[in-house]
């Protein structure tokens, strides 16, 4: 107990003194994931448009399957950009095995489903006839499903902000294919977990607060958003 | 070719027809009332004439061209027009931006379109609330908040579709003195759906009148409402009493139905023989506490059987054989103490009965 309440009062302190190390892997912690959820939203703002206002066979069976993504496990896409990118893999001349770029890479592959099918269901809570009105206004298809997106906003705000916290917490990727290489792609959960097995419980528990204190801020702002 | 043409315009909605054939011609500059009761495909037309909605079989020609072309064309030719929905949705946003948003889409400058828009904000009465969210505003407010979107945007086409259904009557009556403004001032083709015949005689040069989904009559106001085709556009246009005879005499285009026993005289071109529904208007009809001896040919005594006010009218059943729907002003209700029972006399004009085939 009292190891405990040591490494509490240490970790308040390596946190309120911005300890370099501390500091340097939650900045690298939060660039991959503000950067894996900013080039996720690319990708699933407009695919979710698509997806959501064209009709095609197979439409309803796609979002299902979208929707069976939601809890992928964080290893399995582990595991497929592993063999994906490792020497033998596919994509393997690349040589981005244990690089920040291929966090991103899991990442994105990661929040993808998850984005994807709350930004179809956030345009499905728009009513039919702002499309409509945005349409004999003038509005191009892409002009108008900027409405349907705008009209939404805190709906698809809040599919994003899901996404930056599946990003962050997530450490199956970060340790397979990032590799928790100090100074390079340590990131806060891979440090957390390397740490607690060596023993250095205050590193851990600084680390554990301020990925908390993210989660919290996040969850925060998810409810101010989706009270709006 | 007129401005707006459709030949045999057709549509379909889960395998069943909700227009078919519609061959209309609207010509430019003219305002076109399409009449309907709910249902009867106003919205489905004018939907395919905004081209947010592609037929599933039939031409529309607008200003010459045919209109099944690219999507990128026909967007452009959308861009000539605006369309006014039924249900009056506002986007999230606030008035201005509401408003600028069809000239935003069209790449208009920043200076022009605050002129525009502010100009027409003042003309609909809204520039105080031009900063307000849109949502926040009653329906009368968001039903001139997309007048004024759609006037925006200088079209050579505006489609109305039931402008002022859904309204309290002041708001309506607001609306209803904007769009005679509008046409008043602007030398936009009008096409304007309604159930509300009267709306569509005030508003309208030309009347379509659609049943069903398909197109039963179209002619001037006038004509549309004197004249009915049939049966379902009489009682659309609101004659209420419309009585089932047959021919029994034709001299000199006088004709006398018989109506079971009784006899109405009309003008009429049908010959002897023919089962025909003879339309009497309830305002054509006046009523006497004693027989009458006028140009009116046909007389009928009878019985009140309900009256009812209706505003400044007084709508009055009377039996006589036959039932008839009267409208009287209130003030000679009173003075003829018209309440059932009263025995009464009823007498209208052989040229006040409208002649239809009977269907």
Request: proline content about 3%; charged content about 20%; some cysteine.
């Amino acid at each position: 107990m009292t190891e405990i309440w040591q490494g509490l009062t240490r970790a308040l302190e390596l946190i309120f003194t911005l300890d370099p190390e501390v500091m340097e892997i939650a900045g690298r912690s939060l660039t991959i994931s503000v950067t894996s959820t900013i080039l996720a939203s690319l990708i699933c703002l407009p695919l979710g448009s698509l997806i959501h206002f064209r009709n095609f066979p197979g439409k309803r069976f796609l979002v299902s399957i979208i929707q069976t993504f939601f809890s992928v496990p964080t290893v399995a896409i582990g595991l497929f950009v592993f063999v994906l990118f490792s020497r033998a893999g596919l994509l393997g001349g690349l040589d981005l095995m244990f690089t920040p770029a291929i966090m991103v890479i899991g990442q994105v592959m990661l929040i993808t489903p998850v984005m994807l099918g709350l930004t179809i269901s956030a345009l499905s809570g728009v009513d039919k006839a702002i499309l409509d009105t945005a349409l004999s206004l003038g509005a191009s298809d892409f002009q108008a499903s900027v409405v349907a997106l705008r009209e939404a906003r805190y709906a698809v705000l809040a599919a994003v902000i899901m996404g930056f916290g599946r990003a962050i917490s997530e450490i199956g990727i970060a340790l397979m294919v990032g590799g928790n290489i100090k100074g390079f792609t340590r990131v806060i959960t891979t440090a957390i977990s390397l740490e607690t097995s060596r023993g250095d419980l205050e590193l851990a528990i600084a680390l554990g607060i301020i990925l908390i204190s993210i989660a919290l801020v996040i969850n925060i702002i998810l409810n101010r958003v989706q009270q709006r | 070719m007129a401005f707006i043409e459709t030949v045999n315009l057709s549509q379909k909605a889960d395998d069943r027809y909700i227009l078919q054939n519609i061959n209309l011609a609207i010509e430019k500059g003219e305002v076109f009332a399409l009449i309907g009761a709910t249902g009867a495909g106003k919205t489905t037309l004018l939907r395919l004439l905004n081209l947010i909605d592609t037929p599933a079989s039939g031409k529309i020609y607008f200003d010459g061209m045919d209109t099944a072309q690219s999507a990128r064309s026909r967007l452009e030719m959308r861009r000539r027009m605006a369309f006014v929905l039924q249900k009056p949705v506002v986007f999230n946003r606030s008035v201005f931006d509401n408003v600028a948003s069809g000239l935003r889409w069209r790449g208009e400058n920043k200076s022009r379109l605050r002129e525009k828009v502010s100009h027409i904000l003042e003309e609909v009465g809204l520039l105080p609330e031009r900063n307000r969210n849109a949502r926040t505003l009653s329906g009368g407010e968001m039903q001139r908040v997309a007048i004024a979107r759609a006037m925006a945007l200088e079209p050579e086409v505006l489609l109305l579709d039931e402008p002022t259904a859904n309204l309290d009557p002041v708001s309506a009556g607001r609306i209803e003195e904007l769009i005679t403004e509008v046409i008043k001032h602007y030398t936009t083709t009008f096409v304007l759906a309604t159930h509300d015949m009267a709306l569509g005689q005030r508003l309208a040069d030309r009347i379509g009148v659609l049943v069903n989904g398909k197109l039963l009559q179209v002619g001037n106001s006038r004509d549309v409402f004197a004249t009915p085709g049939n049966r379902d556009i009489a009682r659309l246009v609101g004659v209420e009493n419309i009585i089932d005879g047959v021919i029994t005499s034709n001299q000199d285009r006088i004709v006398t139905i018989d109506i079971g026993g009784r006899l109405i005289e009309a003008i009429s071109d049908y010959a002897v023989g023919r089962a025909v529904s003879a339309c009497v208007r309830p305002e054509d009809i006046t009523l006497a506490l004693s027989p009458v001896s006028s140009s009116a040919r046909n007389s009928y005594p009878g019985e009140v059987t309900w009256a009812v006010a209706m505003g400044p009218l007084t709508r009055v059943e009377i039996d006589c054989g036959f039932p008839l729907v009267v409208m009287v002003t209130r003030k000679s209700a009173e003075e003829m103490k018209l309440v059932t029972g009263r025995k009464v006399f009823a007498s209208f004009k052989a040229t006040g009965v409208h002649v239809i085939r009977k269907n």
